[in-house]
Every structure is written in structure tokens, then in C-alpha cells.
């Protein structure tokens, strides 16, 4: 059974920068995508970031330019670096992991931005 786990969430002022990891284990095969969505209150998951095993990437219209996805195959891995964090990236960031053709997820992580 794969699991997933995120870490690094926390309460950071705006304008400020927070890393979320995420590590993937319990399989023994390859990990396709990796990456992040998150959940406001009231609101639909939406994606952040997503990367490719061959380090292609995606990212949300709204993290554009301010938040970079990384990854360590070997580690499975993958990492959020958030900077100029705003008000409205407040939410619950959940790590997933796509592997043989199914996506699994993260408990999730708390990001609150405060003024």
C-alpha cells in the first residue's frame, strides 16, 4: 500500500516563504507524477504543481512565478517552495503520488497566511 505524507506546513506572515515536503513509500514501482492541490474553506481542490518523473512541470494560474516544484526520484520526493506567499494561499496542501495508473494522497498539510 502506498503512503503519502506531507510536512512543512505551518502559519507564515504574507510575503513570507514555507517548503512543503512530501515523501512517497511503499512501492516498488516507479512514480509517475508527483505534486500538490490544495483545499480552501468553501472551496474546490484545486492544483498547484505538479511534476513529471522526467522533471516536466505544471503549475496553477495563481502560484505562477512564485511557488517551484522539485523532486528526488531517488527519494521519492517531492518538494513546494512557496515565496511571496499571500493571504489567499491559505489552505490545506495535499501531497500526491501517481502510481500504475492510480493517484494517491496525503493526509494533508495546513498553510495559513496571516496579514
Known amino acids: 500500500q502506498v503512503q503519502v505524507v506531507e510536512s512543512g506546513g505551518g502559519l507564515v506572515q504574507a510575503g513570507g516563504s514555507l517548503r512543503l515536503s512530501c515523501v512517497a513509500s511503499g512501492t516498488a514501482y516507479s512514480i509517475s507524477n508527483m505534486g500538490w492541490y490544495r483545499q480552501a474553506p468553501g472551496k474546490q481542490r484545486e492544483l498547484v504543481a505538479i511534476?513529471?518523473?522526467?522533471?516536466?512541470?505544471n503549475y496553477g494560474e495563481s502560484v505562477k512565478g512564485r511557488f517551484t516544484v522539485s523532486r528526488d526520484n531517488g527519494k521519492n520526493t517531492v518538494y513546494l517552495q512557496m515565496n511571496s506567499l499571500k493571504l489567499e494561499d491559505t489552505a490545506v496542501y495535499y501531497c500526491?503520488?501517481?502510481?500504475?495508473?492510480?493517484?494517491?494522497w496525503g493526509q494533508g498539510t495546513q498553510v495559513t497566511v496571516s496579514s
Open positions: 500526491t503520488a501517481l502510481v500504475l495508473f492510480r493517484y494517491y
Open positions: 511534476i513529471t518523473s522526467g522533471g516536466s512541470t
